[in-house]
């Protein structure tokens, strides 16, 4: 590893294929998130979307209950090295890993400077939402919104 950032060092796309897939991909309004926001909304609970949930931190929540200090972020298996799902490319292996791996890392420490700060903090996993546990998911972050309406 150089000193240069992941990103100044990301390889170029190996194929036309692989470049189109690159342009399509996008970071916000995937179907995961929508599936979750259309179940809370139906809840009756209102939120706001691909927001700070803390203006200082250069950190982006899916979901955010700013006056409950709740936030969700719904964490693609590709993006975030789900556990179950993520497969490390074959091509540029060494530099996905790094990549992935720092995913990780930032993850962990934006969830602990949230939550040192407060907020109550759930991260699910995509996969979670598509394989029709949305209301598994949908209530339990009901239940930590409300159970934080004292607060």
Known sequence: ??????RSRAPTASSANVHKVM????????????LIRRTLFRFGLRFRKNARP???LRCVAD??????????????CFW???????KCPKTNSAWWSEKIEANRVRDRRQTK???RAGWTVIRVW?????AKRISIVSNRVRNAVMSRASH
């Open 23 to 34: 342009v399509a991909n996008y970071g916000d309004n995937t179907l995961p998130e929508l």
């Open 63 to 76: 979901i955010v209950f700013p006056k409950r200090r709740v936030c969700v972020f719904v964490d693609g």
């Open 113 to 115: 400077r949230l939550q």
């Open 80 to 86: 975030h090295g789900c556990p179950k799902h993520f």
């Open 1 to 6: 590893m150089t000193g240069r950032s992941i």
């Open 126 to 130: 995509e996969h979670d939402l598509i």
């Open 54 to 56: 803390i203006e200082s």
